[in-house]
């Protein structure tokens, strides 16, 4: 049965929206009206995909959400009504998913709400992050400054995300097309050169039997092995999914040799980020650390928040917590000591931040210069060892001819 959005005045004149199912447009009519409610608008609700999405809207990009807080905030600093201000930004966006989104957000304060609960029916464009800001904006009569504290944020962790990617986008390419180039020459191109070596009954060397025995494993497994890797994938997800899975995962991650380094200060210059802005925006320490949580996606520093969050709340300090945690390092615990102390915990936490975030910074510039000769060694390694399985044989059936 067809889902249909409606918005709809009530007996006393109230505005209010929601969803229902009906048979068609005049079933749904006559519901509402049988419901007291005076039908203003009714649509098809938009469908829905195999995994739940919608397949008429997109999510809202990165640089719209950023371009809307920025704009936002200019005007509403400048004395420019909410409601203007969003009519405003939801007539010159070209963007499907944000005139809609802003459309709903409109119709709701219209209707009484303020900005964070319509912000709040939209969670997947809007986090708590932003929510926990604009309340407390609304709240201080600074909504201007909230918003513009939130694009900010969203823009530097734009521009981090965006540099720790491009860092990475090499080596995973390269690999990614290495593994396609072996997998095609050892089930297409070797299996003719070994039909070759076995008609020709040439004493074959070591690397050359090694190579062979791998194409034949390939070549006549490879269903097997394509059905391994599906099955460890799902079973993968599975376990991921549970409470336990994701922690032990997020534990795996910060412990992996060699990256563990980089790995942690990419979350402590997350969690450093967020920090900063909340604090600077006035938002209560408990929420704050509460909005944190809920933005940081590695369970281990989640349960590190928790157990901050509880011991904040039995009287404890942020610093105290952190000084026994072995992955928040001494140096960020005593700048947030320093800023209890002194009662300038933002500028402890936005310092700490830009050491975080030159750090790993420095650390992706470093890999990224030593991962280019290394994987041009490790490709060379390979080249030469297939080659010269194949080369010697081929010699030696060469000699016998002669």
Known sequence: MPTFTYRARQENGALTRGTLRA??????????????????SLEAADEKSWFGRSTKTG????????????????????GVPIIETLKAL???????????????????????????????????????????????????????????????????EYAFTRKIRAALIYPVFVLVLVIILVFIMFIFVLPQLVALFNDANVPLPLPTRILIAITNFMTNYYALLIAVAVGFGLLFRSWIRTAEGRYTFSTIMLGIPIFKEIIQKVYLARITSILA???????????????????????????????????VKDGASISYVWGS????????????????RSGEISKSFTLANKFFARDVADILETITILLEPLLIIILGIGVGIIVGSVLLPIYNLVLVIA
Request: hydrophobic share 45%; no cysteine.
């Open 23 to 40: 048979a068609d447009e005049d079933r749904a009519t006559s519901l509402l009206r049988a419901n007291g409610l005076t039908p203003i």
């Open 59 to 78: 999510r809202v990009g990165t640089k719209e959400l950023i371009m809307f807080f920025r704009e936002a905030a200019s005007m509403i600093q400048a």
């Open 90 to 156: 939801q007539k010159q966006s070209r963007k499907n998913r944000l005139v809609k989104v802003l459309g709903e957000i409109v119709y709701d304060i219209e209707a009484g709400e303020s900005l964070s609960i319509a912000l709040s029916k939209h969670p997947i464009t809007f986090n708590q992050f932003v929510l926990g800001i604009v309340r407390i904006g609304e709240a201080s009569g600074k909504l201007g400054t909230s918003l513009d504290a939130i694009a900010k944020q969203i823009e530097e």
């Open 277 to 311: 802005t909340l604090f600077a925006s006035d938002v209560p320490i408990i929420e704050a650390l509460g909005l944190a949580r809920e933005s940081i996606g590695n369970k281990v520093y989640q349960r590190i928040l928790d157990d901050t969050i509880q011991a």
């Open 325 to 340: 945690e072995p992955y928040i390092p001494a140096m960020l615990t005593t700048m947030v000591s320093v800023g209890e």
